[in-house]
């Protein structure tokens, strides 16, 4: 397969991937605006501040209120990683592998990408955006299966697929990393009825909360950060994304499980064995957020050396940061790829 393809199928599904889960961000705090009691607001900058784009967010955006914050995440089209930016470049790695994806992918990204540009040009009410925020998520997932039925499952398929596993374990740490900045101005709250219903909300956000309802009976940090890191069946769970991600990889290679030939290998499976022997009394031990930003940085790496063994042909790590095709660059909140002009 040509380097070029696999980079742009890669992408394709981060992006979808990407925009699904920053929905699911913006979700956890109007779901919280209908939960919480009257004199209790929800807050904004959490959700700016787990991007790592904070900075970003400040030089064109006097406050951190619901109006700003979710024109930065949904339609800014100056920022890469708003929803609306993430389905642009989406479909200019679909329109760009056209002979390669079916004609239902790309019928899907089209759509997609044209309901919610057509979105951002509608007066903005927050009551109308919940249901964008679930069309958001449902266009998702058709790709998603639209993908699994109609295209072959060979190495590109396998590509999109560690595209979008990565990208969810990702996002699922930092929508648990959302929980934790906001309980930073108001730690008083911990084991309150509003911090029960701020877990609850998390996990409604990540699809979780009927599948963590058949494991436990009651709302518990650990047991929620438990099954959104280490469950082995949740498919939004870090330890399965990042498991079938190693799957795929195998997949990709040929190489048998449990063993590796390449630095992608073999980062991705020192992850996924860091996870298998983890328990959640470890994660705590040594501090839920600092380990959620160690994932995080561990996924990025997993993305770089991707890039270095199928994509980069050769390219020196020192210059990973200007590649060539794609002008990909890592930044603060995760890896990312601009379509070269």
Request: charge should be negative; proline fraction near 4%; glycine fraction near 4%.
């Given at each position: 397969?040509?380097?070029?393809?696999?980079?742009?199928?890669?992408?394709?599904?981060?992006?979808?991937?990407?925009?699904?889960?920053?929905?699911?961000?913006?979700?956890?705090?109007?779901?919280?605006?209908?939960?919480?009691?009257?004199?209790?607001?929800?807050?904004?900058?959490?959700?700016?501040?787990?991007?790592?784009?904070?900075?970003?967010?400040?030089?064109?955006?006097?406050?951190?209120?619901?109006?700003?914050?979710?024109?930065?995440?949904?339609?800014?089209?100056?920022?890469?990683?708003?929803?609306?930016?993430?389905?642009?470049?989406?479909?200019?790695?679909?329109?760009?592998?056209?002979?390669?994806?079916?004609?239902?992918?790309?019928?899907?990204?089209?759509?997609?990408?044209?309901?919610?540009?057509?979105?951002?040009?509608?007066?903005?009410?927050?009551?109308?955006?919940?249901?964008?925020?679930?069309?958001?998520?449902?266009?998702?997932?058709?790709?998603?299966?639209?993908?699994?039925?109609?295209?072959?499952?060979?190495?590109?398929?396998?590509?999109?697929?560690?595209?979008?596993?990565?990208?969810?374990?990702?996002?699922?740490?930092?929508?648990?990393?959302?929980?934790?900045?906001?309980?930073?101005?108001?730690?008083?709250?911990?084991?309150?009825?509003?911090?029960?219903?701020?877990?609850?909300?998390?996990?409604?956000?990540a699809s979780a909360y009927e599948m963590y309802r058949k494991c436990q009976h009651y709302i518990t940090p650990s047991y929620v950060a438990e099954f959104l890191i280490l469950h082995r069946q949740f498919p939004r769970?870090?330890?399965?994304?990042?498991?079938?991600?190693?799957?795929?990889?195998?997949?990709?290679?040929?190489?048998?499980?449990?063993?590796?030939?390449?630095?992608?290998?073999?980062?991705?499976?020192?992850?996924?064995?860091?996870?298998?022997?983890?328990?959640?009394?470890?994660?705590?031990?040594?501090?839920?957020?600092?380990?959620?930003?160690?994932?995080?940085?561990?996924?990025?790496?997993?993305?770089?050396?991707?890039?270095?063994?199928?994509?980069?042909?050769?390219?020196?790590?020192?210059?990973?940061?200007?590649?060539?095709?794609?002008?990909?660059?890592?930044?603060?909140?995760?890896?990312?790829?601009?379509?070269?002009s």
């Amino acid at each position: 397969m040509l380097s070029r393809v696999a980079d742009s199928i890669y992408w394709l599904n981060r992006y979808i991937e990407r925009a699904e889960n920053v929905a699911r961000f913006i979700d956890v705090n109007l779901n919280l605006m209908l939960d919480l009691p009257a004199g209790v607001h929800p807050q904004w900058q959490p959700l700016v501040s787990v991007t790592g784009d904070m900075e970003l967010f400040n030089s064109r955006y006097n406050e951190a209120n619901n109006d700003n914050v979710i024109q930065f995440l949904t339609f800014d089209e100056n920022y890469n990683n708003s929803i609306l930016s993430c389905l642009k470049i989406a479909r200019e790695n679909a329109r760009s592998i056209r002979e390669v994806i079916s004609s239902e992918m790309w019928e899907e990204v089209n759509s997609f990408y044209l309901m919610l540009q057509e979105a951002s040009t509608q007066p903005k009410s927050l009551g109308a955006l919940p249901k964008l925020f679930s069309q958001v998520k449902m266009a998702s997932h058709r790709f998603a299966g639209v993908m699994d039925a109609t295209m072959s499952h060979n190495e590109g398929w396998h590509f999109g697929q560690l595209g979008r596993l990565l990208e969810r374990a990702d996002k699922t740490a930092r929508i648990l990393d959302v929980k934790y900045f906001l309980l930073l101005p108001s730690a008083e709250w911990v084991g309150t009825p509003l911090d029960r219903i701020q877990w609850i909300s998390l996990l409604r956000s990540a699809s979780a909360y009927e599948m963590y309802r058949k494991c436990q009976h009651y709302i518990t940090p650990s047991y929620v950060a438990e099954f959104l890191i280490l469950h082995r069946q949740f498919p939004r769970s870090i330890h399965f994304s990042l498991w079938q991600a190693e799957k795929c990889l195998h997949e990709i290679t040929q190489t048998p499980t449990g063993t590796w030939c390449n630095s992608a290998e073999r980062a991705l499976g020192k992850l996924c064995s860091q996870l298998g022997y983890m328990t959640i009394e470890d994660i705590i031990q040594s501090g839920l957020h600092e380990f959620l930003e160690g994932m995080q940085s561990s996924i990025n790496q997993v993305g770089n050396e991707i890039y270095t063994t199928f994509i980069a042909l050769g390219d020196s790590r020192d210059a990973l940061p200007n590649f060539s095709s794609n002008n990909i660059q890592v930044q603060s909140s995760s890896f990312t790829q601009t379509p070269s002009s």
